[in-house]
């Protein structure tokens, strides 16, 4: 019945792999749902290949939010930051592995979206970068 | 007083039999956000496509009176419903919110000038903030909040020293959706009244739990909302005093709002049709008259104190809860709302699990997002009370709250 608190979810959101800051790092970018007041605030290290050698979370929000961007920098590291461009909305229901509703969604999908503006360098995480490619 | 009878009361409800989630039966703890509807208000609307479906206020035919007729039936209803003198000062809207984007509009805009002072509070719904934010902007208006005590109530004492100043407009809700306090409002216009302002009362919370009445208060301006008060959506409904309106220019143009009409000029109508501009929600406003008429049946004062008894043991068995904490759980006077956060746990994974138990509640700031900031918290869950909810549901609300905390223990 509660199946929407995986054991994975509620684990992730105790006890976070990642969470905290780097500095200095490579890649930086934060932003929020104002609508729930989730904040997130992602940084990289990206090693001479191009590729994420760490990578650390920092915010305060749901559970949700929260174990999907922790799980979203587990499934990242060693991988290529083009890679990353890539990656979309159904990467992270994979790692998440629930059904949510829409307004759920919005917290689930808040840390790609803040992981993409930030390797594309933009000013605005927008619902544009949970799709393939160029925003 | 007849016995409060809660079972014979849910009966009315159709929506409270259903079931959630595979057999969970549903408990609605969301009425702030909006109220279920009794079959008399719903099938009131029925009846009206049914069997008297016209356009008002312009045919001659039968169905045309008809619906005339019901819908300023509905208004009249309404009017006897808040005390109000007479039928013509209660404006029929679209809810709460565009019956103070009315004011705001049309006496805001003729009466207010650079520079003037309008008193606000901190506990606002954002749509008794904005519309006057955008005015400020628009007239350059001095904008002064109220603050809200940590206790939870407005500060009289910042109120007193604000009226010093010659405000020209007072606004301010009358009871909180997020923190239940009933703001002294018949002493705090008196107040304003003296300090030459003009009034307005945000009741969307007040009038659909006790007894008000305009009269009473002597407000110049009252908005509320259909929805809240077992009514339809789409309609709500703006009380104004006669001599305000009447000096007041239209809000909307458009037929029916009219007299008289050349190509290069028009003539308002009469009140209250000078503010109510196209075809109107006349199944709505019917549905409104026909929740008046089953708020009223049961009795303003026997809900009141139903609600108020609900809330006072929801309060005491909801803090058993080890570090639940209550948003302006010490104000003076509060109603059936109750805002509450749990340590480390976020008020969405709250409102997630409770709706898994079959209990819906709200979280989120509730459109109110400066007080929330006042609290220095970004959300809370919310759960609120009408006259159809029962003490088992408080109990599985309780029992749901402590598998939530376990869960994240
Ligand atoms: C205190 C208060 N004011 C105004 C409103 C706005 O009501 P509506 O959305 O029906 O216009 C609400 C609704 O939540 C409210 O609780």
């Not at chain 2, 509905?74 to 013509?88: C, Q, T, Y």
């Not at chain 2, 407005?154 to 306090?181: C, I, R, W, Y």
């Amino acid at each position: 019945m509660d199946d929407l608190y995986r054991e994975v979810i509620i684990e992730h959101y105790k006890n976070p792999g990642y969470r905290g800051s780097l500095d200095p790092n490579d890649i930086t970018f934060e932003d929020e749902n104002p609508l729930c007041g989730d904040h997130i605030k992602i940084d990289l290290r990206v090693g001479e290949d191009g590729k994420v050698t760490e990578a650390a979370f920092d915010g305060h929000g749901c559970a949700i939010s929260q174990a999907s961007a922790d799980l979203l920098l587990e499934s990242i590291i060693g991988k290529d930051v083009n890679e990353i461009k890539h990656l979309t909305k159904t990467d992270v229901m994979d790692l998440l592995g629930i059904e949510l509703g829409p307004v759920r969604l919005k917290c689930a999908l808040l840390p790609l979206k803040i992981l993409k503006a930030g390797v594309y360098g933009l000013g605005e995480a927008t619902d544009d970068l949970l799709e393939d490619g160029q925003a | 007083m007849t016995i409060y009878n809660v079972e014979k009361i849910r009966e009315d409800f159709p929506i409270l039999g259903i079931e959630i989630n595979l057999g969970i039966p549903l408990v609605y703890l969301d009425s702030t956000a909006t109220a279920q509807k009794p079959a008399s208000v719903i099938e009131a609307m029925d009846d009206y496509y049914r069997n008297s479906n016209g356009n008002i206020h312009r045919g001659v035919h039968y169905l045309a009176e008809r619906a005339t007729a019901m819908y300023e039936g509905a208004r009249a209803k309404v009017a006897a419903f808040i005390g109000a003198d007479k039928p013509k000062e209660v404006i029929f809207t679209r809810n709460a919110t565009e019956s103070i984007n009315l004011v705001a509009n049309t006496w805001g805009r003729a009466f207010l000038e650079k520079g003037d002072l309008v008193i606000l509070t901190e506990m606002e719904h954002h749509s008794n903030l904005v519309p006057w934010q955008m005015l400020a902007e628009e007239k350059g208006l001095r904008l002064e909040f109220i603050p809200v005590t940590d206790d939870g109530d407005l500060d009289q004492a910042v109120f007193d020293q604000l009226l010093e100043q010659n405000p020209k407009l007072v606004a301010f809700v009358h009871m909180s959706n997020v923190l239940g306090t009933i703001n002294p409002a018949k002493a705090m216009i008196a107040k304003a009244k003296r300090a030459g302002a003009i009034t307005v009362v945000d009741g969307a919370q007040s009038v659909p739990h006790f007894a008000v009445s305009v009269k009473d208060l002597d407000v110049d301006f009252m908005a509320f909302s259909a929805h809240k008060m077992l009514g339809p959506t789409g309609v709500g409904a703006l009380y104004g005093r006669e001599e305000l309106l009447d000096k007041m220019p239209p809000y909307m143009g458009g037929g029916d709002m009219i007299r008289k009409v050349s190509l290069r000029s028009f003539t308002p109508n009469e009140l209250p049709w000078k503010f109510e501009a196209g075809t109107f929600c006349i199944a709505e406003a019917i549905g409104f008259g026909a929740a008046v008429d089953y708020l009223s049946a049961i009795g303003m004062d026997d809900i009141a104190e139903y609600e108020h008894k609900l809330v006072q043991s929801a309060m005491v068995k909801m803090k058993t809860i080890p570090g639940l904490e209550i948003m302006g759980e010490k104000a003076a006077h509060r109603g059936g709302v109750i805002s509450f956060t749990l340590p480390g746990i976020h008020p969405h994974d709250v409102a997630q699990i409770l709706d898994q138990n079959g209990i819906a509640v709200r979280a989120g700031h509730h459109c109110a997002m400066p007080l929330h900031d006042r609290f220095r918290i970004p959300a809370s869950s919310r759960a609120s009370f009408y006259l159809y909810n029962t003490e088992e549901e408080i109990n599985h609300l309780v029992v749901s709250l402590q598998k939530v905390v376990k869960m994240f223990s």
